[in-house]
């Protein structure tokens, strides 16, 4: 394991990213957060806590994916929650990772179904560079580019037990 | 199992075709309810669709009558933005020689994602199941099941009594009241409540609540006053003059609701009917449901079907999520079975 970052550098990143945002949002008096399942909702919630942001709310993309045959027989598809409008809103998507940019793509499929939000932004913890979609984030925490063999982990308290980033081999 | 448990414990979707609930496993129900949980709210948003059968294609198949189990699935489909194409009728074709089987690959073979079917005849679904290759999924074939029906009543069960988490229903005991011999929905209905821990009770006189019925794992009684103090939920069931054969039925109004399952529809009421008097021996906190088409005044009492205990209408907005649920899984799995 490569350790990228512990849980005070972890707790630095999303520090400075709640930073960026403020920074980087025309009106950070309409921030929303809405957090990607699992663990983007994750982010969302412990950057909501950093910034002092009640509106956080969480989404379950499956509905919204592109290919129906690559869903697995494990069904799961998770409950959305937005318990606040974002008509008007700045609202801010966020994921632990960004890689090919689908899932960021469904995001925002299914939130534009919730109403018209002023403006729509990106933070994520980890970006790397495989895009298959043009997409890219607009607040990011570190950028990483794993070998061929490896992959990204990212642990968040409290989906787990630690705050982690780390590298690992693929298998 | 604890309902926080089983929510680990679901099952994995692998069916192509939802045909019936008897020998389902309970974590393969779960998964669907609560899948149908999850899809709840999206009548809730701005735009009332997901994307997730967009391009795909649904038939309704109905070879016998049905109103509202065909607009259910309709608008199931379309709150997943599957297209639909209704083939009400669909009996025209096989008044001119057609088997329905043939009728059923002539409809895949024009690109459809899923069929589903009603048909007068038990096993119809399942036969049409073997000739396709697409989703089938039963809507009702003859005195067997309707196992959406037994899933959209055990989600509302499972509302009604705070068991959403996990649809554990052990501890609740459910009756299931009247034509019970004649009805898909009370076999459907007792496969989905004792797999999900509930316990049944079939009421009705022993013409339409045999004996025989225990073998589906419910427990049988003729003395509705006896049992209804002791029930958290009473489904009751509408009386099926159509399906009891010679002697019933026929042009002549009276003589339709005739039976010769019982001496009158008036003695019948009087025994088996939910009327405001019988709705007093109720238990606090019990519910009243009907799959519908109700006969106001014969087995439930209009004050009783709109009163405070009813949770008729919870059932038809439960049914479409429980149907959305349903194509949602069974054309994934016909998806990836095909990729």
């Not at chain 2, 809730?44 to 669709?49: A, E, F, H, Q």
């Not at chain 2, 089938?136 to 068991?163: F, K, M, S, W």
């Not at chain 2, 479409?320 to 095909?338: D, E, G, I, K, Q």
Request: aromatic share 4%; glycine share 8%.
């Amino acid at each position: 394991m490569k350790l990228i970052a512990d849980a005070a550098e972890v707790d630095r990143l999303i520090r400075q990213l709640a930073d960026q945002i403020r920074s980087g949002v025309k009106d950070p008096r309409r921030l929303a957060l809405i957090g990607i399942r699992r663990r983007g909702d994750v982010l969302a919630a412990r950057l909501g806590e950093v910034m002092g942001i009640a509106d956080v709310g969480s989404i379950d993309i499956t509905l919204y994916r592109d290919d129906l045959s690559e869903t697995g027989p494990m069904a799961r598809v998770g409950k959305t929650h937005i318990p606040f409008s974002i008509q008007g809103r700045e609202v801010v998507i966020c994921d632990d990772v960004i890689m090919t940019g689908r899932s960021v793509l469904a995001a925002i499929r299914e939130i534009l179904d919730f109403g018209r939000p002023a403006r729509l932004h990106l933070a994520v913890l980890v970006e790397r560079p495989e895009r298959e979609i043009p997409i890219h984030a607009d607040f990011v925490g570190v950028k990483l580019a794993p070998g061929p063999g490896e992959k990204v982990d990212v642990r968040l308290v409290p989906q787990d037990d630690i705050d982690q980033i780390s590298i690992n081999p693929r298998g | 199992m604890s309902p926080s448990d089983s929510v680990d414990l679901d099952a994995p979707w692998p069916h192509r075709c939802l045909l019936g609930l008897q020998g389902m496993p309970a974590a393969e129900m779960r998964t669907l309810l609560n899948v149908a949980r999850s899809f709840s709210d999206i009548s809730t948003r701005s735009v009332k669709k997901a994307p997730a059968l967009r391009g795909k294609v649904v038939a309704n198949l109905f070879f016998e009558d049905s109103t509202r189990t065909r607009v259910s699935f309709t608008l199931a489909a379309q709150r997943l933005s599957a297209d639909v194409v209704d083939l009400a009728g669909a009996g025209s074709s096989v008044s001119k020689g057609e088997t329905i089987d043939d009728t059923a690959a002539n409809i895949e073979a024009m690109g459809v994602d899923a069929l589903v079917v009603r048909h007068k005849a038990s096993g119809a679904a399942a036969m049409i199941a073997g000739v396709v290759r697409c989703a089938v999924i039963n809507a009702g074939d003859g005195r067997h099941e309707h196992p959406t029906q037994g899933l959209l009543d055990a989600y509302t069960v499972a509302e009604a009594h705070g068991r959403l988490d996990g649809f554990d229903l052990s501890g609740l005991r459910i009756a299931i009241v009247g034509d019970v011999v004649s009805s898909r929905v009370a076999r459907s209905n007792i496969a989905a409540m004792t797999a999900l821990g509930a316990e049944v009770v079939c009421v009705g006189p022993p013409t339409l609540a045999p004996r025989s019925l225990e073998s589906l794992g419910c427990r049988v009684e003729h003395d509705f006053d006896a049992v209804i103090g002791e029930c958290d939920v009473v489904n009751m069931l509408r009386i099926q003059f159509e399906r009891h054969g010679e002697g019933s039925g026929g042009r002549d109004p009276a003589a339709q609701r005739a039976s010769p399952a019982f001496p009158s529809l008036r003695e019948y009421r009087q025994m088996y009917a939910l009327t405001e008097e019988r709705a007093r021996l109720l238990k606090p906190g019990a519910v009243v449901m009907h799959p519908g088409p109700i006969n106001r005044g014969v087995e439930l009492a209009a004050p009783v079907a709109d009163g405070p205990r009813s949770v008729i209408l919870r059932q038809v907005s439960n049914g479409l999520a429980v149907r959305m649920a349903a194509l949602y899984l069974c054309v994934s799995a016909a998806a990836r079975a095909s990729a």
